[in-house]
């Protein structure tokens, strides 16, 4: 809904790390006291083991992804009349959000309902998602004016739907994991929900299934297959390929439907055929796929200035949407129509950009680390070696 700082490589975090925030933890270990009867065998020291390192590549990949996620909701308001702008809005929102998926489901795959995986489940998704899901419903209704918004779990709103997909995604994980051909699966659901408009809203299951293709394929990815797809020739082969597909979406900018690139809705809910559905699940899934490769070959591996601020990409994905239902609220884009042109384009990707790069910085994240991350253990049962 984006590598080490040396040209030596840094090997990927592991699996264990949040997708979101992982976690920088050090193991202490402590040596056993030498014998008393190896008087030759010097004493040892104890010494810490190295923390684990966060991979800077994926940093700069939830980085950049995030700006996009940002940029292109900070469009919506602007590209009415503007072909250009619609057609980089296609372009981007075709795998700016499959991307972030991705990579949500290759950071899940050690995933296995344990306790320590659970807390972490409950404290990096469930809290963020009822602290904010609260929160946008409030802003809506004293800041937007709605007075008939009401506080509910089940109806997400604006993209605290990534939250509550992400909860259903990572508690199904063990299932996924367990089947022989899962991504054939997870895209037949995705068809089958493009024509069932039954679903409904709750809990956008909509998105959740049609998007489901791109988390269980994060699950299958190894680290050698972004080895793979940060080599050269994958690099040069995208050039043409992104410009094929801004050329593309210029001509089908006029002609598609927005609503195939929310996958919130089905194709009769579209006033399409019910085989559009699936026919269009596909080519979106396909499109997708080869965006999303292009956008990761050109993720720098290096450390780089915006590398910290992946770790708090969370806290840029809650807050960016504030600032962007605030503006329309306040009827911004209504009282300056020059935003809408070419200059008032070109103002508002930076300003978003601006924005979203200030919410994940470290401070931001400290402030924010009581809703995004918080410390529960009085909510949990401790283990039996820490009773």
């Not at 043409?240 to 002609?255: C, K, N």
Request: proline share 7%.
């Amino acid at each position: 809904m984006s590598k080490a700082p040396s040209e030596i490589q840094r090997a990927p975090i592991t699996p264990e790390s949040r997708e979101s925030e992982p976690r920088h933890e050090q193991t202490v270990t402590i040596a056993e006291a030498p014998s008393p009867t190896a008087r030759t065998a010097p004493a040892r020291a104890t010494e810490p083991a190295p923390a684990k390192r966060r991979d800077a590549y994926f940093d700069n990949v939830k980085y950049l992804a995030i700006v996009l996620v940002a940029v292109a909701h900070a469009w919506e308001p602007v590209m009415d009349g503007s072909r250009t702008t619609r057609a980089l809005y296609m372009v981007v929102y075709t795998f700016h959000m499959p991307a972030f998926i991705l990579v949500s489901g290759y950071f899940s795959r050690s995933f296995d309902m344990s306790a320590p995986k659970v807390k972490r489940l409950v404290t990096g998704v469930v809290v963020p998602y009822v602290i904010f899901e609260t929160a946008y419903s409030l802003f809506r209704r004293y800041a937007g004016g709605v007075e008939d918004t009401s506080i509910t779990l089940l109806d997400p709103l604006f993209l605290t739907w990534f939250l509550i997909a992400l909860f259903i995604w990572r508690v199904t994980t063990p299932l996924w994991q367990s089947l022989r051909h899962p991504l054939p699966v997870a895209l037949g659901i995705a068809m089958l929900a493009s024509v069932t408009p039954e679903i409904g809203d709750d809990l956008d299951l909509q998105r959740v299934c049609q998007l489901l293709p791109f988390f269980v394929l994060g699950l299958l990815m190894k680290p050698e297959h972004f080895q793979l797809v940060r080599r050269r020739e994958v690099r040069l082969l995208s050039l043409p390929l992104v410009a094929g597909a801004l050329v593309f979406a210029y001509w089908a900018a006029p002609r598609m439907q927005l609503g195939w690139f929310y996958r919130s809705n089905s194709a009769q809910e579209m006033d399409f055929q019910w085989w559009a559905g699936p026919v269009m699940t596909l080519a979106m899934f396909g499109c997708a796929l080869l965006l999303t490769v292009a956008f990761l070959a050109w993720v720098p591996r290096r450390h780089m200035w915006f590398t910290v601020l992946g770790a708090g990409t969370i806290c840029g994905y809650l807050l960016h949407g504030f600032l962007v239902k605030g503006a329309g609220y306040y009827g911004l884009f209504d009282r300056y129509e020059w935003l809408s042109g070419p200059l008032g384009l070109v103002v508002v990707s930076l300003v978003a950009a601006l924005v979203v790069t200030l919410f994940c910085t470290p401070p931001v994240r400290r402030v924010l680390r009581f809703a995004t991350e918080p410390d529960m253990d009085w909510a949990f049962r401790r283990s039996p070696a820490k009773r």
